[in-house]
């Protein structure tokens, strides 16, 4: 799948389906699994490095673990995170840094956490044909600002935001934590394709992190959903086979 091509399931009426992913294992069968988008999100920084909030992630890490996935994908578009501070720098450094996500990592564009103010940075970064997926709603990189993670309810600062990034040539908009109502408003009003989480059903995809649905978090966001408790499955593989090896039982016997 193409990026035109992503864009173009909103006017099929499909939802589009997109998950994150961080190495080429999980990469691959999140990709064999049929998934649209997978995106190298930022969140690495909580999700496999420890980290408190994602503001420690830089450029270089971003694109060691995009390249990864960018290897595993076959079918699905890969959008790698810009972080912080991307998009508030020059227009030159933040058209710099993408260029080089994308031709050291082959992946299909950028997101970029986003509002009306980044729209000039967007439409150079489209006219430079760079690809940008604009986040909106609630901005994790903001946190230190934000003080917590709450529900966005902005309705005309939003609303704005949302056309001037479509405007600019995003070619999807990631609603984050938007209030429901509003999000599906938003949805309604963008002839581009908006994926929520936290946002509601009324937008036109949903992402999630991949290891809150497999239950490896540690703790399920309201947003979220576990499909599986593969935190508790690893823990019992990892104490069966240190009993085994204690035991004697590995490697000379077989269970």
């Known amino acids: ?111 970029i956490e986003s509002s009306a103010a980044q729209a000039p940075v967007i439409e150079r970064l489209t006219n430079a044909g760079i690809p940008v997926l604009a986040h909106l709603g609630l901005l994790p990189q903001r946190i230190q600002q934000l003080g917590k993670y709450t529900l966005q309810r902005q309705k005309e600062t939003l609303l704005n935001d949302a056309h001037a990034v479509e405007n600019a040539g995003a070619f999807a908009v990631l609603l984050e934590c938007v209030q429901h109502d509003l999000a599906g408003e938003i949805s309604e009003s963008l002839a581009v394709p908006t994926i929520g989480i936290g946002s509601g059903p009324r937008c036109d995809g949903q992402i999630l992190v991949l290891h809150d649905i497999l239950g490896m978090s540690g703790y399920v966001p309201k947003h979220a959903r576990q499909y599986a408790q593969l935190a508790e499955q690893i823990s019992q593989a990892v104490n069966d086979y240190k009993a085994d090896v204690e035991s004697g039982g590995f490697p000379t016997k077989n269970r």
């Open 1 to 111: 799948m193409n990026i035109p091509e992503f864009t173009a399931i909103k006017k099929t009426g499909r939802k589009i389906s997109m998950l994150t992913a961080y190495d080429f294992p999980t990469a691959k069968l999140v990709d064999a699994a049929g998934i649209d988008g997978i995106l190298v999100g930022d969140s690495l920084a909580m999700v496999v490095q420890g980290r408190e909030n994602t503001l420690p992630v830089t450029l270089e890490q971003m694109a060691y673990h995009t390249e990864m996935v960018v290897r595993a994908a076959k079918n699905a578009v890969v959008i790698a995170d810009l972080p912080f501070p991307g998009g508030h720098q020059h227009w030159t450094r933040t058209l710099e840094d993408c260029a080089k996500i994308l031709k050291d990592t082959g992946c299909h564009g950028v997101k």
